[in-house]
C-alpha cells in the first residue's frame, strides 16, 4: 500500500531527527534476512542504543539533506536496513559485523563517519573503535599505572578472576547484575577490597569506610573514590580486609552458594 503524502513527511521528519543526533551510520542489504533473524537484531539493537530502521531510499535521501549523511546518496539503491549509532560510533559497526559473520543473507554496504563516505569492506574502521566503557577503563589503567596497588580487571569471566587476583589489593565492580554480584564475593572472600554500587554490599565493609568505596555507579564517581583511597594507611586496608573476610566466613557455605546460583 502506498504511503500518503503525509506519511512520507512524517518518516522523513523523524528520520532526520535521528540523523542528526547520530556519530555513525552503517547501511545494509538485509532483503535475504529471515523475519525472526531480523527481529532478532532489532532487539539487539534496541538493547546497545543502536536505532535500526528499514526507511525507502527516497525518503533516506530527502532525511539526510542537511546531516552528515547526505554523502550517501550513491549507494542508496536497492532495500537498505540503516543503524546508526550515538554516543559510541562503533556501536552499531560491533553489531552488524557480528550479524554479517553469522547471517550469510545480511550484507554491508557502506557506512558513514564525520561526513565521510566508506565502503562497506572498511567496517573495521568503525567495528574496533573502543566502547566509551573501554576508553575509560584504557585511562584509568593510564592514569594510576604508577600505583601498584590498584590494578584494573574489566569484565574477567568468573573461571579466570581467582588467577587473575592473587596480588592485587582493589577491585571494581559496576555491573547491576551477573558479574558484578559473583565477583564481589570472589573478590571479598580472597582478601580484596572492592569498589562498588550495590548497597547490598554496604555490610561486608567497617561503616566508616563505606563512603570511601561506594559509588554512584558513574565513571566520575568511580574516580573520585579511587583518587582519595591513597589517604588509607596500610592499617586502615588491613582492617577493611579483615573485617570483610570475616564478615564472609559467618556466611554459610550453603548461603553464598545460593546467592550465586541466584544471578549467574
Request: proline letters at 2%; one cysteine or more; aromatic letters at 8%.
Amino acid at each position: 500500500m502506498a504511503l500518503s503524502k503525509s506519511e512520507k513527511e512524517k518518516i522523513v521528519t523523524e528520520v532526520k531527527e535521528v540523523a542528526s543526533n547520530a556519530s555513525s551510520l552503517v547501511i545494509s542489504d538485509a532483503r535475504g534476512l529471515k523475519v525472526s533473524e531480523l527481529s532478532e537484531i532489532r532487539t539487539k539493537a534496541n538493547q546497545s542504543g543502536i536505532h535500526i530502521q528499514v526507511i525507502k531510499n527516497s525518503l533516506a535521501k530527502l532525511a539526510f539533506e542537511g546531516t552528515d549523511f547526505g554523502c550517501s546518496d550513491e549507494v542508496l539503491f536497492g532495500p537498505s536496513l540503516f543503524a546508526f549509532s550515538f554516543e559510541e560510533p562503533g556501536a552499531a559497526a560491533k553489531l552488524l559485523k557480528t550479524y554479517a559473520n553469522n547471517f550469510d543473507e545480511l550484507e554491508i554496504k557502506a557506512l558513514v563517519v564525520e561526513g565521510q563516505l566508506l565502503d562497506g569492506s572498511q567496517i573495521d574502521i568503525l567495528a574496533k573503535l573502543p566502547s566509551k566503557d573501554e576508553a575509560y577503563f584504557e585511562g584509568l589503567k593510564l592514569k594510576y599505572a604508577s600505583n601498584e596497588n590498584i590494578k584494573f580487571l574489566g569484565s574477567v569471566p568468573h573461571k579466570n578472576l581467582i588467577n587473575k587476583i592473587s596480588k592485587l589489593s582493589f577491585h571494581i565492580n559496576n555491573t547491576e547484575q551477573g558479574f558484578f554480584d559473583k565477583s564481589v564475593l570472589e573478590t571479598m572472600s580472597h582478601g580484596l577490597i572492592n569498589f562498588y554500587s550495590n548497597s547490598d554490599y554496604d555490610e561486608l565493609l567497617p561503616e566508616k569506610y563505606v563512603d570511601k568505596f561506594k559509588f554512584d555507579g558513574t565513571s566520575e564517581s568511580l574516580s573520585n573514590k579511587i583518587s582519595n583511597i591513597g589517604n588509607l594507611k596500610e592499617h586502615e586496608i588491613n582492617e577493611i580486609i579483615n573485617y570483610s573476610q570475616s564478615k564472609l566466613e559467618k556466611q554459610s557455605v550453603n548461603n553464598l552458594v545460593e546467592r550465586v546460583l541466584a544471578i549467574i
